[in-house]
């Protein structure tokens, strides 16, 4: 067992527009999406009537193709309504024999049971040599969680979370399995759903001015 604390090997960079970065990224490229269907359903509802704003919609626009997964059969029906083809797997095992440029999880590695081997599944079996994968997750030490911990409450642990990332843990995940971190991230979402929401926005917002590792959210760019 490796005692010793992990050597970041890339500079943190802050990210203005997160989507901006990734629909970039995946123009004119063959597109692996896990999480496809993320946001169709609960709070944000992207269908059918934010189409516009649905992260999946928009790297279709881009990319010279895209395959959506996900394991949730109630959004890939929702999807489905909409005219949007995701097909179900759980890319911690799946096997598509098929490889893309870019591969992208937005908002899942949070979510897995066996985060490493996911992502050891999806580099080894379904990215190109020199292809890309970008993950997004909730940063581990954001503003909101430093601050409910001075007041002593709960933090906002969601049951369908089991784990929260630094930057470092992926380093320390590329280390082990002998890939590259090629970029880290952090930045903010924009959430402006009600005015108190909107207000604890902005001093946040503040808050990563004064140090971006309080941002609420990171993006990590991996290659082989």
């Not at 990210?15 to 597109?31: G, R, S, T």
């Not at 140090?211 to 993006?219: E, H, K, T, Y």
Request: with cysteine; net charge positive; hydrophobic share 40%.
């Amino acid at each position: 067992m490796n005692s010793e604390l992990v050597n970041l090997k890339v500079k943190i960079e802050t990210l203005n527009d997160p989507f901006k970065f990734i629909e970039q990224n995946c123009k004119d490229k063959h597109v692996l999406n896990i999480g496809a269907a993320g946001g169709v359903l609960g709070i944000y509802g992207y269908l059918p009537d934010n189409e516009d704003k649905w992260l999946h919609a928009k790297i279709i626009k881009k990319a010279k193709s895209v395959l959506g997964t996900d394991i949730d059969d109630d959004a890939i029906k929702c999807a489905k309504k909409s005219g949007y083809k995701i097909i179900k797997e759980n890319c911690e095992i799946m096997n598509l024999s098929q490889k893309f440029e870019v591969i992208l999880m937005s908002d899942v590695i949070e979510h897995l049971n066996a985060p490493v081997n996911a992502i050891k599944n999806l580099v080894d079996k379904h990215l190109e040599k020199d292809g890309t994968l970008i993950i997004t997750t909730p940063n581990g030490s954001a503003a909101h969680a430093f601050m409910r911990s001075l007041t002593r409450r709960n933090l906002n642990i969601y049951y369908d979370h089991m784990a929260v990332y630094y930057p470092e843990h992926f380093q320390a995940i590329c280390d082990r399995l002998g890939y590259s971190l090629k970029k880290a991230y952090l930045f903010d979402f924009s959430d402006k759903r009600t005015f108190m929401i909107r207000l604890k926005g902005l001093f946040f917002k503040l808050a990563t001015k004064i140090s971006p590792r309080l941002s609420s959210a990171m993006m990590i760019v991996i290659q082989k």
